[in-house]
């Protein structure tokens, strides 16, 4: 079975620190892999999409950045925090050969100091 | 650009009554997609709806999808405590392009 792990749980960063946020997925291969971001336990806000390793597209233009090293991993960066970086991200996957449906992992709260 | 409006925003009801959360598309679309976010959560997958006026049943829950593709529906008949959370749709204008999330209905019940 396919599992899709998030680390760290939570993060306590203060303004202008750097940020490392990483998502693996486990028991498939090739997958689409999406960071969300959920501020104030509201909608959520597609960041970035990937559909292979190396490829990237970016939806909303921010302080942030991702990149997919290898396959199954997904990591989101920033080089200098802000406090409305704040939230809830959510990293996702989904099949890219049939079904549409995504599969959330647990997540990260973030908070900027 | 591409919305996914859903409404209400929030809804409070008394345990066994009924509850419905509503969502439009601006443009028609490929398919909708249902997920819960339990309180502290993660969004879980619920159902996807492809056919024009489809309707699905999961056990309590109904979802429907509108003849134009554009709207669709969740009803949930004689709600539970353990129906508490956010209720989102998510359409896709193409099969296999990103989701396009609402806003989420946030379901309180109170026994």
């Known amino acids: 079975s396919q599992t899709i792990h998030q680390w760290p749980a939570t993060l306590v960063q203060p303004v202008g620190s750097p940020l490392s946020l990483e998502c693996t997925v486990e028991g498939t291969s090739n997958p689409n892999l999406y960071w969300y971001r959920q501020a104030a336990g509201r909608g959520l806000q597609l960041l970035f999409y990937s559909v292979g390793i190396g490829q990237i597209s970016s939806e909303v233009p921010q302080n942030l950045s991702a990149s997919r090293p290898q396959d199954r991993q997904f990591i989101l960066s920033s080089k200098k925090l802000l406090l409305s970086d704040s939230g809830f991200y959510l990293c996702?996957?989904?099949?890219?050969?049939?079904?549409?449906?995504?599969?959330f992992g647990p997540g990260t709260r973030l908070t900027v100091t | 650009g591409q919305q996914v409006m859903q409404i209400p925003q929030y809804q409070h009801v008394q345990e066994g009554e009924d509850f419905t959360t509503y969502c439009n598309s601006s443009t028609t679309l490929s398919n909708i997609q249902w997920y819960k976010q339990r309180p502290g959560g993660h969004p879980v997958f619920l159902i996807q709806l492809v056919k024009s006026g489809e309707v699905k049943k999961q056990k309590r829950l109904t979802f429907q999808f509108g003849e134009a593709k554009k709207n669709s529906s969740l009803h949930i008949t004689a709600t539970q405590t353990t129906d508490v959370g956010t209720y989102f749709c998510a359409g896709q204008r193409q099969a296999g392009t990103a989701l396009i999330f609402g806003k989420g209905t946030t379901l309180s019940v109170s026994s």
């Open positions: 996702a996957w989904r099949r890219n050969d049939r079904g549409d449906e995504q599969y």
